[in-house]
């Protein structure tokens, strides 16, 4: 078990990361948050990449920075994953095996068996740069498959990719996620809604929501209503948009809101309880 314990982080006076607990078993978990929320810097600061001087991690049980199993259990794929442009993919994986420890003679069969989960098993002779950015992310995972961690933490892994690459990305996490830990940060709902099985929503650098996705859903019972668009004049207490659609030629908004109103109230979603924490409708509704 990974655990977190009052970790704080500021850059000087600015505060980043403040007071933040939490434990982390068995599982995918989302972290959820806007940009600058803290959640790059919270994975910076479990990979060991930021020291740490407030709080502490452990990994079961003991110390992160005195257990030289933690770090050796990690994989991390960065938000920038850059890569030599004159190497192909399987010298890519080299290094990063060699960089790992991996055993000179588990090499050739540990990189066989990442790019069979990402799907890149056809393209080991090809150069980085003739790579599309939806390879180069999937390369990216699969060096943080490298040597079987049991740790997998994942920075934006979908950014800038479009809807079909950001399938296959997810489709890899889920083959790989058996047995694991694995921390997916994002701003993108949609990507961890249906792969993880715990939600963590960050805001200026605290915790907001920390929960199974289901539960975290249910935060929004009672709270999202669908009224034809020309009907929101109507509604005179606080509430917040979250879209307007069509829907049988007829145009609809959704929407977010503390009060009772006379409204269709469809299921609510992971992406509503986001919405509602980070735009802390519980307080100014």
Known sequence: MLEIKNVSKSFGKKSVLNNISMELDE????LLGPNGSGKTTLIRKITGLYP????????????????????ASIGYLPQNFGLFKELTVKEVLEMFAALKGIEKDAIEQDIERVLKIVNLSDETDKKCSDLSGGMVRRLGLAQAFMGNPKIIILDEPTVGLDPEERLRLKTSIAKFSKNKTVLISTHIVEDVETLCNKIIIMKSGKILMNDATQKI??????????LPE???VNVKTGYHLEKNFLNDGLN??????????????????????????IHNLESSL
């Open 230 to 232: 020309d009907e929101l």
């Open 217 to 226: 859903a249910d935060m929004a019972k009672d709270k999202v209503y669908i």
């Open 252 to 277: 609809y908004s959704r929407i977010l809101s503390n009060s009772k109103l006379d409204y269709a109230q469809p299921k609510p979603t992971v992406e509503d309880a986001y919405i509602y924490a």
């Open 27 to 30: 599982g995918i978990y989302g």
């Open 52 to 71: 740490i001087k407030k709080g502490e991690i452990t990994y079961n049980g003991t110390d992160a920075t005195v257990c030289k199993e933690y770090y």
